[in-house]
């Protein structure tokens, strides 16, 4: 995928989860954070962040911030990315002999990412984005999350209905050793990750090209749960 209109900023602040106070050319500027997550060790004053300038004139903020460097590697924190360089990599033939690519499909009372089919076979996906990094190992999630443990229960039941389930961890960077749940934040998560991959969720996990203008499904990364 690839965002048009960047520019370069330096990170100052953020208020709350959905803005920040950033320089830009001299002034600052509020802008919009594509992240509610913590994301407390990306956005430290004085770091340098990537951001798109918007062309419409009603918005109230200017600028969404999507990617920050820390320091040698670039991150990519746009939460709404890791769905659309998914659904490029399924379409571009990640998964071999897949014929239907369907966004945001509602299976049962749950909604799941993706429903592809490859031959046959049906499949539902879901995303996640990862960003959160130390000395090269990643981990998920940053903060507790009942709704990921509970979308990995949800891919449990329908592939005990017959489905091939998937669960697809995108490394919001590149060139990182391992992932691993993080288990100080929310064991619960992990214990959920655990199961369903006993249950039958295949778990893929990779990591991405970084530019400021563009993100792309890169190496597979190895996953170690325990």
């Keep these: 995928m690839e965002y048009p209109n960047i520019v370069e900023g330096t990170f100052i602040s953020r208020p709350n989860r959905f803005i920040a106070q950033v320089e830009i050319g001299g002034r600052e500027e509020t802008c919009h954070v594509k992240n509610t997550g913590r994301c407390r060790e990306l956005l430290v004053p004085g770091c340098t962040v990537y951001l798109v300038h918007s062309d419409n004139p009603a918005r109230k903020t200017a600028y969404d911030l999507v990617t920050v460097q820390k320091g040698e590697r670039l991150i990519n924190m746009d939460s709404q990315a890791p769905n659309k360089v998914v659904q490029e990599w399924l379409e571009q033939g990640g998964l071999p002999g897949v014929t239907l690519v369907r966004p945001e499909t509602k299976y049962d009372q749950s909604r799941f990412d993706f429903y592809f089919e490859q031959g046959p076979r049906k499949a539902f996906m ?101």
């Design 126 to 226: 879901e995303v996640k984005g990862v960003t959160l990094e130390e000395d090269g190992v990643v981990r998920f999630p940053d903060a507790p999350t009942a709704r990921g443990s509970k979308h990995l229960h949800e891919l449990v039941k329908a592939h005990q209905e017959g489905y091939d389930v998937y669960l697809f961890l995108v490394v919001q960077m590149a060139d990182v050793d391992h992932f691993e749940p993080n288990w100080r934040t929310d064991p619960d998560f992990g214990q959920a990750l655990l199961e369903a991959e006993a249950g039958g969720v295949k778990i893929l996990c990779y990591d991405c090209d970084v530019t400021p203008q563009t993100l792309k499904i890169g190496k597979k990364v190895a996953v170690r749960l325990k």
